[in-house]
């Protein structure tokens, strides 16, 4: 069958949306219209005084307004915890069609078999998951242990993979900027296959921004000033517009991209969205009703995610109502309050009411049962502990300022040491942090002290460790530690605290240490336990989970711990931990 | 050397254009700026409050306004008269960098070595031009005879060409939305390449629009009316702004995209323009002129013909005044003028005060010097005739309505035959219209009857008839009709106008009887002259060439002469000359 037939009224269309408002893209408008649906794909959309469509069935969508599927541009789906098939039925029912995701946390831990996984685990499921390939594996060379490193021949045979659409974010600027032989020939690579090349650039403004941009990335997600979002539109960068679980840009950004009436270089993005923030605030539809909030026009945050959106990361088979259009339609209940309603996949009826009709049930693949936390058990409790035959030492502590979120500084402190042994026990200010290289590739492991950051009792283990995603823990006493990070290499992976040797809350993370196979329902009440365990023990932050994750991300100033020792992030060196 | 360096300072940029206000096509704003280029790429642009920039030289634009290159997404060069070096030469000083052009004038007349020769030609000159291979070749098929057709495979072979980005316009909307065989090879094969189609869709809109737009083509440059341009940018249809030699759109279409608020599916192009029209109007710049004097915005009107213009031929290393992008810069004294003093491509200064200021020479090729009208001389004017044995005769004669330029209607005439020959001497009203194959292929001819077309005396042959480029020859006697055909027969093709055996005027098109290689200055003068000379016959007409060209069109109804026959054009079928 031609789809001509039907389009020219021969035949009738699949499925007619019918009553609804359609906000149009293109020009802006809103008006009544019907949606006539053929093999999937948009055949026809009403514009004012054209006849009434003819369809085998039909969807009332009385007093609702119809608007292109949503898409996000720039997510991490490891750091939802789930798969790509269960993300799938937790995110469609809030609208979102189409992600364009970087696997970077499962390329640190399994490398090219962790990008072909999630590029298998999210085949055959309604949601589009299109792979944007991780540039930047690991996030910086020499100072840590990943489980693989990425060089210009992995991304371009991983571009042979079904739904790579480009680079994901090129979190090296300075290696781009500074003419780093892995990031120049990774680009190289990358602009042969003429797809998106995602920037990653924070706090980039001036001559640095186009040194960056001039080497290919032409996005960028970190803008949280109203400076530098001015400065990288007025520069053609396209602004993806976040609200993760951690990073809430859109008050500092709506008020710009109002400012500059609604630039077409913008969309919106999630980045890294925890479960449990997942199911109480949506996906891109919370960033929309966020932007609203902000006094944001509706349809133009709607273009935002949509046609925007689809140019961005160049798939224009979708983005708007449109004939010849991949058939992704979101009916919403108005365009203030902007309640998703019912979903549409290539023209079938996916999702009502916040609920998948049918939900998916994903495949099992081989990487989901793989150990990627191979360490032994541990015996001892010496291994969260600093030796040494003095009786004192001075130490290099990585310090929090209260004030300073996940930043970080360096401070000398003596410590005294007893049974060979240096001795916090008398320091309410100071925890013990160790890292445990888990790819089985070097079995490296290091001990720190971190000043005033505020754990009081028990300890916290995990798995999810940004961006090597080694087994992190930290805690006030080793017995505890030593019972967390057991815990984590006996159920393969996941986040875990621990008091008086008692698990207080769990998240298991099987799958490479970083996802689970359970749905949001568990695993947003696992998290938001886990949330609270955490703030038991004294953690008093609205992003736990991260916090804790972020201990040895050698990218974020000032001092890190990673598997390799105490890194110093500007000079991007191994500083000493005992220093005299 | 990496251009990183220079961007970051460390190194001067090759040129500064300093002291200029920049259009910026992002945030449509105007403000003071410098443009540092290096490696023929624009390396920075300066944003307010930004430092100075240090260049190895510098060019003063005091008091200009720096815009991007000007972009034309339709144009047909053979319209031009004049070959890409030549049309390089032409247009530049205009601001026009780049052109999307469709060469379907030659490949109706050389087939694959045409579009070749197009490629070939465009090598090298300082003006980016890309290629759009021609769809419908011949334009409709099995009513006239063209030099060459094309199927599936030509395209695809042609793909691989260089600087090829899509498929030019798809003409036979009616093959495409009633699936004839032909189109859906073409837009199959098309689609693999992931490149521009480009659309062709007079008077199309609702239910047909849909079923055109869903078989791929996303763009239209042949919206002439006010419901249809609205309906086209609400269906999400790229809508190509044109001012050619002959069509007039801007007053149009202006005031639709206005009240649209200026919708990013806009751009602009000239199609067919004569060399004398383009000598005393200019190209996109009097594209944009016109929409300004129409009160169109000067921001968003360059934003149509540069960053619109740039996403919808999907090369976006152009359109924009950004880092990273061709240096490709225009400057223009103010921007309600709009009048262009210096142009800049890939950094070099090319043009100033409307001159190159080195004119690029075009190489020679082999088929210039082909001789494309395979026709021998003709040695009798029985040919301009149309042979009886009866007394009268009764002929479809091709009738003009002098309210409807170039369309016409057919009526039944009975005509006296004198000697064998219907004798039209003794109407003033009827002239002779004959059409000789001239690609070697068939040698068929066709005479037929026209009325109302106002020639007095004479006769006029051209070489260009539009889209088989047989040779047609209109005139009130057979003798100079003769003298008319063989001057062309004998100079390789052209437009000649001929009275009592004398040439009045005459355009010599010896490049596939299509184009010269004499420069604009010469080609402007001719083809001035040369309408002066169809004007003096008693044609009046504004736009001479087009009226002469299009007598054998068998897409503009309703009644055409091919050298098959006479073409019903709404049925798509011969009809017989005499009846009875």
Known sequence: MHIQNVILGKEKFDLVIKNVSIVNVYTKEVYESEIGIVNGLIGHVNQPDDDSLEGIAYFDGKGMYAIPGLID???HIESTMMTPTNLSNAIIPRGTTTLACDPHEIANVLGVEGVKYMVEASESIPLSVFTLLPSCVPSVENIETAGAEFYA?????MFEYERVIGLGEVMDFQGVINNAQRMNDILDVSKKYNGFIQGHAPGLTGRELSAYQAAGPNSDHEASFADEARYKLRAGMTLECRESSIVHDMPVLMPVIKELNYPENTTLCTDDKEPDDLMLEGHIDHVIRTGISLGGDPVELIKMATLNAS?????DDRGALAAGKKADVVLVSNLEEFQVKDVFISGEHVASNGKMINESVGKELKVESLNTVKLSKIESDTCFKIASNKDSIVTNVITYNPDMHIVTTCEEERIPVNNGYAN???????????VFERHGRTNNHQTAFVKNFKIKEGAIASTVSHDCHNLVVIGKNTDDMKVAANILISCGGGIVCVKNGEIIALVE??????????PIEVMAKSTNKLKEGIRSLGIDSVSPIIQVAAFSLPVIPHVRLTDKGLVDVIKQEIIPIIVE
């Open 509 to 518: 993370l099987p799958i490479a240490g970083l996802m689970s196979s359970d």
């Open 153 to 157: 021949e992995d991304i371009s045979k």
């Open 311 to 315: 140019k961005l990361i160049k798939m």
């Open 424 to 434: 916090i026990s008398q320091r309410d200010d100071l925890s013990t942090l160790s």
């Open 73 to 75: 541009t720039h997510i």
